[in-house]
Nanobody, 115 residues
Framework: HVQLVESGGGLVQPVGSLRLSCAAK????????MGWFRQTPGQQRELVGI???????QYADSLKGRFTVSRDVAKNTVDLQMSSLKTEDTAVYYC?????????WGQGTQVTVSS
């Protein structure tokens, strides 16, 4: 099965920007959807944004306009560009892939928004 390698997490100040990257490695065939979710301890994992092979995207309504998901199909990568960051954006961000109808998760990368 595919393995997901995430990078780019860290500490950023409010109103700042950050870019996360996820690379799919190993068995990278038959991938239909890539994207990002996030989770805070004690809360459910929630949608950030996903992108389909067609190029269509889907975002959480509260994040649309600030966050952008992009995919490089040839390189099997998906990025998350985050702008105008708020303290409430602090969470563990997980790369998300659907392969043959099965969900595959990355290990998660911490994003902390604080002054």
């Amino acid at each position: 099965h595919v393995q997901l390698v995430e990078s780019g997490g860290g500490l950023v100040q409010p109103v700042g920007s950050l870019r996360l990257s996820c690379a799919a490695k190993g068995e990278i065939v038959r991938i239909n959807i890539m994207g990002w979710f996030r989770q805070t301890p004690g809360q459910q994992r929630e949608l950030v944004g996903i992108i389909f092979n067609s190029g269509n995207t889907q975002y959480a309504d509260s994040l649309k306009g600030r966050f952008t998901v992009s995919r490089d199909v040839a390189k099997n990568t998906v990025d998350l560009q985050m702008s105008s960051l708020k303290t409430e954006d602090t969470a563990v961000y997980y790369c998300y892939v659907v392969q043959d109808g099965r969900v595959v998760w990355g290990q998660g990368t911490q994003v902390t928004v604080s002054s």
